[in-house]
Each structure stands twice: as structure tokens, then as C-alpha cells.
């Protein structure tokens, strides 16, 4: 088979421009050691030097929408630039690197629907439950944390660590699995948000406050525009509205913050892109290449790991050639391992179990799912975890206070 190339994929940096990378200079900024290039655009040394740092990670906001729809506001104002997610840039993979440090290659999590060979199926990675339904990690007695094995931002620094979490994620198995020693707060709106960090920043009172203020390191995450992105579009007006919301609620605090020498650095896990209906793959309509495949679509609709029945590689190849090959682009995951799309090092030990034998990444904003029997449809307008520069690029943004 002839594999078809997509022009001009944006792809992910590991070496000095991406949010791995930012991690880095994080860790190291906080007295950790880290193997991995810091960020060129924000080293440790800018970062060391305040007392309090904060990284504030909104779900969905990527660069270039942030530039269109807010070129004048706080954070367009406060922009050192864009740096790259990591491939798939989605959520199940993203944020894992922002709580450990690692890029997908080592942690091992490629997308909402993660096979697991150690447990015998498909799963919800961040809800932890089966995709079929069914019981939590711990309800069905696996440890998290022995499970994912990953070690947490929060115990690789020397500082103090505080994870800021919407209360109805924030014990979930998957956050306590990776907030290691963090104290953690919750919130359910954004200004209730913005208040426990300050309190956190404000801990105790000003006569009983040391001289020399304890050093620490604050992750804020926000998931309200992903989630209106994925029900409205990204480009509606509800999400514009929202930005701006964020805006204000950032510029209150960033008033009350005041005198806490703090550095805030905002940035995302992911852009998003809006699809139509029009763009929809779905396996239901393609039974001969469903009939291929030896498990679900694995990964994300942008970006779909493919297990394949040992008998069926050809017609699954030709199959994506002849009848989508102009709607999908096909790779040999083993490919994109080779080179670096999912970072760089030694792989975690389950690593190939999790990406299939092909990636099929739909064209301009197309999407491919596939429905379980009893699962609920659940359309999306945004969407992402492909390789467009709306999804792959996140702003970087540096306010202090």
C-alpha cells in the first residue's frame, strides 16, 4: 500500500518549544531534575525567582483563536508566544504530561479510549472506567497508582505544591493517582477558582507568616471552554463570551494578588477545531472496514489507533486507500514512534500495546467514530487530537503579580 502523507502536519516539539518543555523548566525552577530541554521561551531562571508560580491550564485554548478573538486582551497582552501540545493533543494526553513531566512516549496515555492490556480492555482513561460502563479503578480493586505507575509533578519538586481541581474531578482515581504529596483544593466556578488559589497564596495571617516565604508551585486547571467548545463550536458565540469571562475573572485576581510575588503562567492543553456533520466517518457505514478491525476505534476521533485482525491487513489497507483516501491519512504507528510524534527516549514498557498497528487521522476538521452497543451518541462540534496547527499550538502567557 502506498501511505498517504497529510501536507504540512504541525507537529510536536520536545526539545525546547512545547509544553513538555515547559514542564521542564518548571520542575527545574522548583528544584527538581528533569533529563528533558527546558522551554526556550520561558528557562528556569525566569521562573526561580518568585515565591509563589502558578500554571494555569485552560482546556481547549488554542493560540491562534486566543490571537482572533482576544488580539487585545490580558492574555494576548502578557503572550511570549505559542508552543506545541504533544501528539494526539488531547486531554488524556496533555494533562498527564502536565502532572508528570512526561511526554506520551513515557507515561503511556494516548487518549480517551486507552487499551490497557493489563486489565483485558478499552478504557475511559480519565473517568477510569470501561468503555463498555461499569465500576472505577478502585471499585473493581486496582490501584491507581500502581497501575499508572507515573511519578507526580508534585514529588518531583523540592517545594510546596498545591493542586487547584473543579471539585467533581478532584478525588477522582485518575487525580489522586498523579497529585503525589499536593495539597488540594476544589472549586465549582471560576471565581470560586481564583479564590482558593489566593487563599492558598494567603495561607495565614500576616503576624504569623514567616520572614522568609516558603516557596511554592500551583497547578490551576479550568475546563469550561473545552467543554462549550465540544457542545456550541469553538468559533460560537458562547465560547468568545466565556474567553471573556476568563479574562475578567483573571484580571480580579491578578488585582487581588497583589504583593504575593507571583508568577502566573497561562496556557492550554489543546486548541480545538469545529467539524460538521458532513465530515463524520462513521464505522457503521464502512462494515467491511469495521470487520477489519480486532477491537475498537482506540485513541480519539481525530486520531484513531486501529488493532487489526491478523487476516485482514490488506483489505484494511486498501480499504483507507481506495474508499477514504481522500477523507483519512494512514500511518504505521511504529512509524510515528520512529519519528517523535510521541516524544523521544525510552518508551514506557506498554507503550506499543497502546497505539495499534495504524493511526488513521482524518482530514481537515473530519472526524471517525465508532458506537458500542448501548452507548450513547455523544456529537461534538470542536474537536481535536489531530495534527492541524488549530489544535496542536497553545498559547504561552506570563503575568506577574
Given at each position: 500500500m502506498s501511505i498517504q502523507t497529510r501536507p504540512e502536519p504541525c507537529r510536536p516539539d520536545y526539545e525546547g518549544g512545547g509544553i513538555l518543555n515547559l514542564m521542564s523548566s518548571l520542575i527545574q525552577a522548583r528544584g527538581g531534575h528533569t533529563d528533558t530541554p527546558t522551554l526556550d521561551l520561558l528557562p528556569p531562571e525566569d521562573l526561580a525567582p518568585a515565591t509563589n508560580i502558578i500554571l494555569l491550564v485552560i482546556d481547549g485554548l488554542g493560540a491562534d483563536w486566543l490571537r482572533r478573538h482576544a488580539p487585545q486582551g490580558t492574555l494576548s497582552r502578557a503572550s511570549r508566544g505559542s508552543i506545541t501540545s504533544v501528539f494526539p493533543p488531547t486531554t488524556a494526553a496533555a494533562i498527564t504530561t502536565y502532572l508528570t513531566g512526561e511526554a506520551p512516549l513515557q507515561h503511556g496515555l494516548t487518549g480517551w479510549f486507552t487499551y490497557l492490556r493489563e486489565l483485558g480492555c478499552v478504557m475511559t482513561v480519565l473517568p477510569g472506567t470501561p468503555r463498555y460502563g461499569g465500576v472505577s479503578y478502585r471499585g473493581a480493586g486496582i490501584d491507581p497508582v500502581a497501575l499508572f505507575g507515573h511519578t507526580s509533578v508534585f514529588d518531583r519538586i523540592q517545594t510546596l505544591g498545591t493542586l487547584v481541581s473543579p471539585r467533581y474531578i478532584a478525588h477522582s482515581d485518575f487525580n489522586l493517582a498523579h497529585a503525589g504529596r499536593a495539597e488540594i483544593l476544589t472549586f465549582e466556578t471560576l471565581t470560586e477558582m481564583f479564590r482558593q488559589t489566593l487563599r492558598a497564596l494567603r495561607p495565614r495571617p500576616l503576624w504569623v507568616r514567616p520572614r522568609q516565604p516558603e516557596l511554592r508551585y500551583l497547578y490551576l486547571y479550568w475546563p469550561r471552554l473545552d467543554a462549550i467548545g465540544h457542545e456550541q463550536g469553538i468559533e460560537s458565540r458562547a465560547a468568545?463570551?466565556?474567553?471573556?469571562?476568563?479574562?475578567?475573572?483573571?484580571?480580579?485576581?491578578?488585582?487581588?494578588?497583589?504583593?504575593?510575588?507571583?508568577?502566573?503562567?497561562?496556557?492550554?492543553?489543546?486548541?480545538?477545531?469545529?467539524?460538521?456533520?458532513?465530515?463524520?466517518?462513521?464505522?457503521?457505514?464502512?462494515?467491511e472496514l469495521a470487520d477489519s478491525l480486532l477491537l475498537p476505534l482506540c485513541g480519539e476521533p481525530r486520531a484513531a489507533f486501529c488493532y487489526l485482525r491478523a487476516d485482514r491487513t490488506g483489505v484494511f489497507e486498501d480499504y483507507c486507500s481506495q474508499v477514504l483516501g481522500d477523507r483519512v491519512d494512514l500511518f504505521p504507528s511504529r512509524q510515528l514512534v520512529e519519528e517523535g510524534w510521541f516524544g523521544m527516549g525510552t518508551p514506557h514498557p506498554r507503550f506499543m500495546d497502546r497505539i495499534g498497528d495504524y493511526c488513521l487521522v482524518p482530514r481537515g476538521s473530519g472526524v471517525i467514530r465508532e458506537r458500542l452497543p448501548g452507548e450513547r451518541p455523544h456529537p461534538q462540534i470542536g474537536v481535536h487530537g489531530g495534527w492541524s496547527k488549530a489544535e496542536m499550538m497553545v498559547p504561552l502567557c506570563v503575568l506577574r503579580v
Open positions: 468568545v463570551t466565556h474567553l471573556a469571562e476568563i479574562e475578567e475573572s483573571l484580571g480580579d485576581f491578578l488585582t487581588a494578588a497583589k504583593g504575593t510575588d507571583t508568577l502566573m503562567v497561562v496556557t492550554a492543553d489543546h486548541g480545538q477545531v469545529d467539524t460538521r456533520a458532513a465530515e463524520l466517518i462513521d464505522l457503521a457505514d464502512h462494515p
